[in-house]
Nanobody
Framework: EVQLVESGGGFVMPGGSLTLSCTVTGVAFMNGHWVTAWFRQDPGKERELVAA????????RYAESAKGRFTISRDHSDNTLSLEMSSLKPEDTAVYFCATADLPDSMEIRSITPQSMTYWGQGTQVTVSS
């Protein structure tokens, strides 16, 4: 059974930093063409990609809003995905979800959407406010 468990969300003031973690179990990441990613969603809005990383090779993709402020990484030793967020803004407030999928070999990271993902975590709330 594949499970994704997020942690690290919370309340932070504008300009502050926060690191989200996601532990994945039940996946053999070194077999296949796995991507792991962070998405976020505000009530009434569509779920949007924040950042993604190919487990093998480490190729990354960031949303324009995340470039220069957020860093996605993965740890092979314990199948953990992280998102380091800095210079946080009120518009970063959302529920953040980690997700993963074994993509078709022909699919590139630039093409992924929420519909591309197979497995999801339960989400963790990030609130940026003064």
């Amino acid at each position: 059974e594949v499970q994704l468990v997020e942690s690290g969300g919370g309340f932070v003031m504008p300009g502050g930093s926060l690191t989200l973690s996601c532990t994945v179990t039940g996946v053999a990441f070194m077999n296949g063409h796995w991507v792991t990613a962070w998405f976020r969603q505000d009530p009434g809005k569509e779920r949007e990609l924040v950042a993604a990383i190919m487990w093998r090779g480490g190729r990354r993709r960031y949303a324009e809003s995340a470039k220069g402020r957020f860093t996605i990484s993965r740890d092979h030793s314990d199948n953990t995905l992280s998102l380091e967020m800095s210079s946080l803004k009120p518009e970063d407030t959302a529920v953040y979800f980690c997700a993963t999928a074994d993509l078709p070999d022909s699919m590139e990271i630039r093409s992924i959407t929420p519909q591309s993902m197979t497995y999801w975590g339960q989400g963790t709330q990030v609130t940026v406010s003064s």
